[in-house]
């Protein structure tokens, strides 16, 4: 970003409301204003600034000349600095007085190179409201071609980067506070690029304030891949010292990914959705900005392969729901009650602490609600599903789909191909549906119905099914001679048909009442029956109907 960005004075204050070890205590210069509208003035052609020439004269004998502003570059200025308006408790306005709050100067020679893109003046202490100065470079890079002071341009981050200079930003790098993992003293000829410190937290996509362009991950060019607004650090801050924008974004947004620019939500009410269409794989996270030393401290990234932009959402902020493209997406929920889609592609999708609801559509996916009572809800493809914790509804597709229901009180659905079930913990609701179905229903008192097709319900430990009314499984459609009741996990059974226990361990008796069937078992040799399988409506079985 600039090149050259000097203070008139610092001090060591601390923003009061952020944590001693909080990253964003690295911007914080120790002043800022306190006046909440900020008036502009762009220095006309031949004028000079009412401040000094910073880079050539610091000592302030001489003043910076101007050679004026193109009313397009006012407008993406306005733009720029309207962007930081979104997110804070500050105005902005254009003024043809020259005593403005700040006074803008461009300028083709005060620079050296075109890597100097410009300064400003930061605020000497808290409350300091003085008139100050910042100047830019007409030929720096990202002011002298087409774009560059488009949104993502490096033209239009370099007007943000400076105003919030003059806000009391300062550099992550430099200065008495710096990120940690970075070296204010470095004797690297290269410092600060290519440092990013503890966490990769020293890179725009994390703070506008740094000097390492875009994200890691994704390209960036002077047209395109910087930061179009305040990121996640720098907000926090800011609305620290100048309060937030209550108001921005309250309603129903959709936030599409697909422009070259990263951008910080900053939403306030509504429910929300970030959003992909295209077809290249596309990675949605939800959750926010921790303003920790850790992986998302500065923000979680959203975006998608190939593309030089995205978002990060701001500390504080919900985004309820995130919709996949046609590519291999990754969609991470929050603790809110999200909606994930996956749409095409083979997706994997994580719910969060909510109750969520997952459709993971075509492709071979995988899914897992986390905690939180989730519905979860596969179309074709060959997936793989996992409830976790909390009561979740989860229907499988056409394809062959492999489901776990977790340690909640489950529903299962298989859908219309052979799937494997598994309830978990709990005391599940395990439907096959179509095609030869494995079910397995765990712990608790399970009901289970294999559907159409040669089902297999397999019962692994004794504790899956234990003997009583209340703690047995229920299988409601069998049908001997086609399904299968597989006890093979236990060692050492055998079969004696209708006939009582004779107190050896193992034996797998019936016991025909009514018209039902309780499959018992004698696991230990006393006579009693340990696990017992309720069949529903069925006599008859017979030692084929098992695997033993």
Known sequence: MCQVCQAMANTSASVSGIAADCPTNALDSGGYRTDNAISIYFVSNGQDANVADQINDPSGADEIESDGWSDYEIQRFMAAVASISNYIDVTFTETSDANADFQVVLDDDEFPSAGFLGYFYLPAFAGDNRDVMGAFNANGFGWNTSGGLEAGGLGFSTIIHEILHGLGLSHPHDGDNVLNGLDADSTNSNYPFGFYGDFDLNQEVYTIMSYNDGWLGAPSSNNSGHAATPMALDIAILQDLYGANTTYNSGNNIYDIGDDAWVSIWDTGGTDTIRYTGSADVMIDLRAATLQYADGGGGFISTADGLAGGFTIANGVVIENATGGSGDDLLIGNDADNTLTGNGGSDDIYGGQGDDEINTGSGNDYADGNSGSDEINATSGTNTIFGSSGFDAITGGSGVDTIFGGSGDDVISGGDSGDTLYGGRGDDTISGDGGADIIIGGLGSDTLTGG?????????????????????????DFQTGIDDIDL?????????????FSGTSGEVRLNENGGDTIIQMDSNGDGNADLEIFVDGVTGLSESDFIL
Do not use: E
Not at 458 to 471: C, E, K, M, R
């Open 452 to 476: 159409s097709g040669a089902d297999d319900f397999v019962f692994q430990f004794v504790s899956d099914s234990l003997a009583g009314s209340g703690n047995r499984d229920t299988i409601n």
């Open 488 to 500: 093979s996990n236990i060692d050492g059974l055998s079969f004696v048909g209708t006939a009582g």
